[in-house]
């Protein structure tokens, strides 16, 4: 293995104009320097690309002639370029000048592992975690580990569940072992998905704090918008089908019922949740009928979703007790689901 493996830096960019010289900024300020940028254009409206062709010449800039999606962005990106490991990255993120390095020196350090997960903390509020890893309920769903948290209080290597996709690096080779990024997905839950994914095949996740990201949380979409909450429920429901054994597929029915009868409880009792705050800006019959567009979306694909779940399960290697053991060890309770904002 090379002493300074090659990386390509993926950055996924629909009208990202605001944050994204920041970003871009950033990643050329790194210590490690054997990498290739690769922005992914989503045919963007404002004048991202003009940024980049102008101020960034050195960036492969590619050009989508339409909104392909987060994960098939980040597909196209690393594509593009031959390396053997692959940062994807937001971009309305920006990292630490150190941040790549440390990813690297701990993949490197932990070959057991297929990706980093790094301490990404909030853009305005940095003493406060955004994500520090994913954890996992069983019904799909995950939820970024420590948010809004001291993020003083996540300073420990150890391993996590998967990467968020704000920030992760990733082995080449895992993509090419269990397939690229779902562009059914388009937005949410691909890093839960790819996380899977990589579990089930036995591989892990390693999470380093001193690589530190700065983040403007949910700038695309909005943190509690519809089309946010719609993707995130459909998707869910889309890696439970695509992973979990058949016994995990059927609890997982009876916990998103749980987590529904809980979100309400908190949304109307306590003012608390994600529920809660999609009511500040919708009512909660839309929310209701969002859950239902999101479940006939989901069940409408079934049989795509069972081709890939075939796919998937033919090369597992973990058994049932195994899963058992990683919502033990990375799950949140019904309550924590219910009350994540």
């Given at each position: 293995?090379?002493?300074?493996?090659?990386?390509?830096?993926?950055?996924?960019?629909?009208?990202?104009?605001?944050?994204l010289?920041?970003?871009?900024?950033?990643?050329?300020?790194q210590?490690?320097?054997?990498?290739?940028?690769?922005?992914?254009?989503?045919?963007?409206?404002?004048?991202?690309?003009?940024?980049?062709?102008?101020?960034?010449p050195?960036?492969?800039?590619?050009?989508?002639?339409?909104?392909?999606?987060?994960?098939?962005?980040?597909?196209?990106?690393?594509?593009?370029?031959?390396?053997?490991?692959?940062?994807v990255?937001?971009?309305?993120?920006?990292?630490?000048?150190?941040?790549?390095?440390?990813?690297?020196?701990?993949?490197?350090?932990?070959?057991?592992c297929?990706?980093?997960?790094?301490?990404?903390?909030?853009w305005?509020?940095?003493?406060?975690?955004?994500?520090?890893?994913?954890?996992?309920?069983p019904?799909?769903?995950?939820?970024?580990?420590?948010?809004?948290?001291?993020?003083?209080?996540?300073n420990?290597?150890?391993?996590?569940?998967?990467?968020?996709?704000?920030?992760?690096?990733?082995?080449?080779?895992?993509?090419?072992?269990?397939g690229?990024?779902d562009?059914?997905?388009?937005?949410?839950?691909?890093?839960?998905?790819?996380?899977?994914?990589?579990?089930?095949?036995?591989?892990?996740?390693?999470?380093?704090?001193?690589?530190?990201?700065?983040?403007?949380?949910?700038q695309?979409?909005?943190?509690?918008?519809?089309?946010?909450?719609?993707?995130?429920?459909?998707?869910?429901?889309?890696?439970?089908?695509?992973?979990?054994?058949?016994?995990?597929?059927?609890?997982?029915f009876?916990?998103?019922?749980?987590?529904?009868?809980?979100?309400?409880?908190l949304?109307?009792?306590?003012?608390?949740?994600?529920?809660?705050?999609?009511?500040?800006?919708?009512?909660?019959?839309?929310?209701?009928?969002?859950?239902?567009?999101?479940?006939?979306?989901?069940?409408s694909?079934?049989?795509?979703?069972?081709?890939?779940?075939?796919?998937?399960?033919?090369?597992?290697?973990?058994?049932n007790?195994d899963?058992?053991?990683?919502?033990e060890?990375?799950?949140?309770?019904?309550?924590?689901?219910?009350?994540y904002?």
């Amino acid at each position: 293995m090379p002493a300074n493996p090659e990386v390509v830096v993926v950055i996924p960019n629909y009208n990202g104009q605001e944050r994204l010289r920041q970003c871009l900024t950033s990643v050329f300020r790194q210590t490690y320097t054997h990498f290739t940028v690769v922005v992914v254009d989503n045919a963007s409206s404002d004048a991202s690309c003009d940024i980049v062709a102008k101020e960034f010449p050195q960036i492969r800039l590619i050009r989508n002639q339409n909104n392909a999606g987060w994960g098939e962005a980040c597909n196209i990106g690393m594509r593009a370029v031959a390396s053997r490991y692959a940062l994807v990255l937001n971009n309305d993120a920006y990292l630490d000048d150190r941040c790549l390095a440390v990813m690297v020196q701990a993949l490197e350090a932990h070959p057991e592992c297929s990706a980093c997960a790094c301490r990404i903390l909030l853009w305005d509020q940095p003493e406060l975690a955004e994500v520090c890893g994913l954890a996992i309920y069983p019904d799909g769903s995950s939820c970024a580990r420590g948010r809004l948290e001291p993020a003083a209080q996540y300073n420990k290597t150890e391993e996590v569940f998967a990467a968020s996709g704000c920030c992760a690096l990733y082995r080449r080779s895992l993509f090419e072992t269990v397939g690229y990024f779902d562009p059914d997905f388009f937005m949410y839950c691909d890093d839960t998905d790819i996380g899977w994914r990589s579990q089930l095949i036995g591989l892990k996740c390693i999470y380093t704090p001193d690589a530190l990201v700065y983040h403007s949380h949910s700038q695309a979409a909005g943190s509690y918008s519809e089309l946010k909450a719609f993707h995130v429920e459909r998707n869910r429901i889309w890696v439970a089908m695509k992973h979990f054994s058949l016994p995990h597929l059927l609890l997982g029915f009876f916990y998103a019922l749980a987590r529904y009868a809980d979100q309400l409880y908190l949304a109307l009792c306590r003012k608390k949740g994600a529920l809660a705050q999609f009511r500040k800006k919708s009512s909660l019959g839309a929310g209701f009928l969002l859950l239902l567009k999101a479940h006939i979306a989901a069940f409408s694909k079934v049989p795509t979703i069972w081709q890939k779940r075939r796919a998937i399960q033919k090369l597992r290697k973990i058994t049932n007790r195994d899963i058992d053991g990683l919502f033990e060890r990375f799950g949140v309770t019904t309550r924590q689901m219910a009350g994540y904002e």
